[in-house]
């Protein structure tokens, strides 16, 4: 069993003055199914750039699993 843990996340893009995420905080067990939905423009896509490390981020990600995307 191994975990994904993000912890205080807080990601904007350059130039913009809102946060997309602020302060996100949770964990996954990547033995779990999940689907990760939401209506366009929500930060789906995002999310996954930050976890292989595409964007600058505050915060942790933490994780032993290696990440394609």
């Given at each position: 069993m191994s975990m994904i843990q993000v912890q205080d996340?807080?990601?904007s893009y350059p130039g913009s003055f809102d946060n997309i995420?602020?302060?996100?905080?949770?964990?996954?067990?990547?033995?779990?199914?999940l689907g990760?939905?939401?209506r366009n423009g929500r930060g789906k896509t995002t999310f996954f750039n930050?976890?292989?490390?595409?964007?600058?981020?505050s915060g942790k990600i933490i994780s032993s699993v290696e990440f394609n995307y």
């Open positions: 996340l807080t990601f995420f602020e302060g996100v905080n949770f964990h996954i067990d990547t033995d779990w199914k990760f939905i939401g930050l976890l292989v490390g595409n964007y600058e981020y």
